[in-house]
């Protein structure tokens, strides 16, 4: 059954950022030998429970669309599955599930599905970046000659799981490249909650690391105070600062991690609210500011400011009521420059911003 109005945290009729989840396959047209082997050493870690977690669900029937949501929502469930994971994994059931007989009909089925998990959540940068992705290696595949459709069919699938199966091992990867960056010792800043850093920390603290975290308050929603109540229970010192404390806190911080919601071609970042102002009050300090983010916030957006985004808002409780006439500003995200930002740590390795920059627009030429 498909998720109404109601069940979706953020719903928008407009029509979603025309964005691409752009990886090192998309420029052999394959998963490379090594980044395949990369991925497959930092998840040599994961449990036989954690391996049935991951098992793919039943495919979900019908083929026009109608049960990709489904399949989408069974996939969002679960815990170590990001919206982008979920969706490819529910693009890769349409085309098992599928009755098409040529690669067009089975371009227009997907285009359809990718559609509609597309406006589930138009402000989703990774969603949209995931499904624009699944559908240009449809494309590429459409144009290549095969002497069966059956065989260019499982090559979709074969190539949609392996994706898939890479993107759910992002995180224990990016995990497993930051650990050279936390000395002991060290305090480190945190930004509202990111499940890729709350993976970096529960690493670092499994490899009995000595460290204690600042973590912010993180309005419009408060994420920060569930992020802290996750790193307390790794046994982690933590204390929580309110949001306009960054600066006064800044000088007892040696580093700060940060998540993304999308890494754009400048080499900037597209995060939580208050990111950049933490950027730059870290800037003029000289302390690093490493994002850790999953290649599939990879995006073609190139924000000219702060107002150059499609808007994602969240309501805000004061505590106490707001007089007539006062407007509030609901906006739940900002974008922070690349001059601002030290490394991007990533599935595909450690980058500057300039080298994000520069293959995402030598790509897209």
């Known amino acids: 059954m498909e998720l109404d109005a109601a069940q979706n945290p953020n719903p928008n009729p407009d029509p979603p950022i025309s964005a691409y989840y752009q990886t090192r396959a998309d420029h052999h047209a394959v998963v490379s030998s090594d980044w395949l082997a990369h991925a ?11 391996a049935d977690a991951e098992a793919a669900p039943p495919p979900s029937p019908g083929g026009n669309g109608g049960g990709v949501i489904e399949e989408f929502n069974i996939w969002r469930r679960k815990p170590e599955a ?39 959540d138009a402000t989703s940068i990774s969603l949209s970046a995931a499904c624009d992705l699944f559908m ?25 799981e392996k994706f898939g199966e ?51 308050e993180g309005r419009p929603d408060r994420t920060g105070l569930r992020m802290s109540n996750e790193i307390a229970a790794l046994g982690i010192p933590v204390k929580v600062l309110i949001d306009s404390a960054v600066a006064y806190s800044m000088d007892e911080v040696d580093m700060i991690f940060v998540g993304a919601d999308g890494v754009v ?52 409780d004061f505590g106490v009521p707001v007089p007539a006439g006062v407007e509030i500003e609901t906006s739940a995200r900002d974008y922070t420059p690349p001059q601002y930002l030290t490394l991007l740590l990533t599935d595909l390795g450690v980058l500057t911003p300039s080298v994000v920059s520069d293959e995402l627009i030598q790509l897209y030429l």
Not at 88 to 112: D, G, N, W, Y
């Open 136 to 160: 240009r290696f449809v494309t590429r595949t459409s144009h290549l000659e095969h002497e069966k459709f059956d065989a260019a069919k499982s090559r979709l699938i074969e190539r949609g």
């Open 40 to 50: 497959a050493a930092a998840a040599s870690s994961v449990t036989d429970a954690d």
């Open 265 to 316: 071609e400048s080499g900037g970042i597209i995060n939580m609210m208050g990111t950049y102002q933490i950027a730059l009050v870290a800037h003029s300090m000289n302390k690093p500011l490493y994002v850790a983010a999953e290649s599939y916030k990879f995006a073609r957006l190139y924000p000219l400011d702060q107002k150059d985004m499609t808007p994602a808002h969240r309501p805000i």
């Open 166 to 216: 890479i993107s759910l091992k992002a995180r224990k990867t990016i995990a497993m490249l930051s650990q050279d960056f936390i000395l002991d010792g060290c305090t480190m800043l945190v930004h509202g909650y990111s499940r890729v850093v709350l993976e970096i920390l529960k690493l670092a603290a499994s490899n009995r690391k000595l460290f204690r975290v600042l973590c912010t």
């Open 82 to 120: 990001a919206e982008a994971v979920a969706a490819i994994m529910a693009l890769t059931a349409v085309i098992r599930s599928s009755r098409a007989t040529t690669m067009m009909e089975l371009e227009i089925e997907l285009k359809k599905a990718s559609d509609k998990l597309k406006s589930w």
